[in-house]
């Protein structure tokens, strides 16, 4: 199994800066494409931003040049630098990774973690 922990949520003014980071403990041969998703009151679920395992990314137009996501595959852990913040990017946000539990698996499940809370001041 896998257990996910998220952090780094919490009460920013509008042009600050958090960085949310999800760590991955369990059973894990490798974890290899990871999401970010948030999700407002009132609205769905979103994708926010996914790296794969080649390397490239997606990213929502909504947080293009703001927002980076990188990965620390010795530790097992999942980043979001999220700068310039605004009102609107407050949400839940929850990591979404692919993991791979042994090298025989040739797919990985996808998990999810609880999700921390955001919030942006005006």
């Known amino acids: 199994q896998v257990q996910l922990v998220e952090s780094g949520g919490g009460l920013v003014q509008a042009g600050g800066s958090l960085r949310l980071s999800c760590a991955a403990s369990g059973t894990i041969f490798s974890i290899d494409d990871i999401n970010w998703y948030r999700q407002a009151p009132g609205l769905r679920r979103e994708l926010v931003v996914s790296?794969?395992?080649?390397?490239?990314?997606y990213y929502a137009d909504s947080v293009k040049g703001r927002f980076t996501i990188s990965r620390d595959n010795a530790k097992n852990i999942m980043y979001l630098q999220m700068n310039s913040l605004k009102p609107e990017d407050t949400a839940v946000y929850y990591c979404?990774?692919?993991?791979?539990?042994?090298?025989?698996?040739?797919?990985?499940?996808?998990?999810w973690g609880k999700g921390t809370l955001v919030t942006v001041s005006s």
């Open positions: 979404n990774p692919v993991i791979r539990a042994t090298m025989m698996d040739y797919y990985g499940k996808a998990y």
């Open positions: 790296i794969y395992t080649d390397g490239n990314t």
